[in-house]
Nanobody
C-alpha cells in the first residue's frame, strides 16, 4: 500500500502564492507518477498536474499552465505544487494521488490523500 499526506493549504488573497506538499510512504515503488487533483464545492474533481518519479516528466491542466509548477524529490519521496498568481477560482480541496500508469489516465489513480483546503479570497 501507499500512503499520501498533503500539507500546505490555507487562506490567501488573490494574486498571491502557496506551496502544497505531498509526502508519500509505503510501497512507493508501486507508483509511476504522483498528481494533484482538486475539487471545488458543487463541482467534479479535476486534474491539476502530475509528475513522474523517473525522469520528472510533468503534465498540467490548461487552467494552471504557467501559474503552477509541480516538482518531485525522489530521495524524500515528496511532491510539491507551487501555485502562483492564485485566483478565486483556484479555491478547492486539493488532493495528492498516485498511479502506476500513464499520469494522464486519470481513472487509474488508485492511491489518494485526505486533501488540503486552499481558499483564495478575491
Amino acid at each position: 500500500q501507499v500512503q499520501l499526506v498533503e500539507s500546505g493549504g490555507g487562506l490567501v488573497q488573490a494574486g498571491s502564492s502557496l506551496r502544497l506538499s505531498c509526502a508519500a510512504s509505503g510501497r512507493t515503488s508501486l507508483t509511476y507518477a504522483l498528481g494533484w487533483f482538486r475539487q471545488a464545492p458543487g463541482k467534479e474533481r479535476e486534474f491539476v498536474a502530475a509528475v513522474t518519479w523517473s525522469g520528472g516528466r510533468t503534465v498540467y491542466a490548461d487552467s494552471v499552465q504557467g501559474r503552477f509548477t509541480i516538482s518531485r524529490d525522489n530521495a524524500k519521496k515528496m511532491v510539491s505544487l507551487e501555485m502562483n498568481s492564485l485566483k478565486a477560482e483556484d479555491t478547492a480541496v486539493y488532493y495528492c494521488a498516485a498511479t502506476n500508469s500513464e499520469p494522464t489516465i486519470f481513472r487509474l489513480y488508485n492511491y489518494w490523500g485526505q486533501g488540503t483546503q486552499v481558499t483564495v479570497s478575491s
